[in-house]
């Protein structure tokens, strides 16, 4: 079983507030995600990163924003939420030599804008 | 462009039999592949992998064949049970992407399996 957290679960927020996504990871990997889903559909790479100070913006274009300071620790920002952000957000990570092999998914965090 | 597709969104098996899902990939340069299963509420978790430089690859009650003349990927679960049901995504990535050096994951659009009691 991969240990890595995501929180919260769900958050259902209004227009305009910043919120914060949490991600942590206790596996010591260098490679971390954000992915974005909308439901039954495939996921979307938005940001990742090869280790700390290192984050790179995925395929799908997305005004979020994410740090690395600490190895363990990816979290994602949307500094003024809308409802076209409204999708789940799946973060994982990876240890293997090339980007994205074999990665651990979180639960995801389902966000829903008012 | 790169896609990875699915040729079916749906698929409903009886309890026991076996399962398969299929996928089609466009990138001739792709050389891995990955089977995720998402079930609900729950983020992807990898099943099983091969590697372009195999036609087969067998896990526990699971079998991956890809068929890289056709660009054809599926992935075979033996006597399923309900806990099998899921969504899978198959995934791949490849050299030749737009980033020198990075390797991404693209994801399928995903077949939801329904075993039926």
């Known amino acids: 079983e991969a240990d890595i957290y995501q929180t919260p679960r769900y958050l259902v927020i209004g227009t305009g507030k910043k919120i914060t996504l949490e991600c942590s990871q206790t596996m010591g990997h260098d490679k971390m995600y954000w992915y974005q889903q909308d439901p039954g559909m495939e996921l979307h790479l938005i940001h990742y990163s090869y280790g700390v100070n290192s984050t790179e913006k995925g395929d799908l274009s997305s005004e979020s924003t994410v740090s690395r300071i600490r190895t363990e620790h990816f979290p994602l920002t949307l500094e003024s939420a809308r409802p076209s952000h409204t999708s789940q957000y799946l973060c994982?990570?990876?240890?293997?030599?090339?980007?994205?092999?074999?990665?651990?998914f979180g639960s995801g965090t389902q966000l829903s804008v008012l | 462009g790169e896609s990875v597709g699915l040729h079916l969104p749906t698929l409903s098996v009886q309890e026991g039999d076996n399962s398969i899902i299929n996928c089609a990939y466009s990138n001739s340069a792709s050389d891995y592949f990955i089977w995720y299963k998402q079930e609900s509420g729950k983020g992807p978790q990898f099943i099983i992998d091969?590697?372009?430089?195999?036609d087969k690859r067998q896990g526990q009650r699971v079998t991956v064949l890809l068929n890289k003349t056709v660009k054809h990927l599926s992935l075979q679960i033996a006597a399923t049970q309900p806990g099998d049901s899921a969504v899978y995504f198959c995934a791949e990535t490849g050299l030749g992407g737009s980033n020198f050096g990075n390797e991404k994951l693209t994801f399928g659009t995903g077949t939801r399996l329904t075993i039926i009691p």
């Open positions: 994982a990570s990876s240890v293997g030599g090339s980007l994205n092999e074999k990665l651990f």
């Open positions: 091969i590697r372009s430089n195999m």
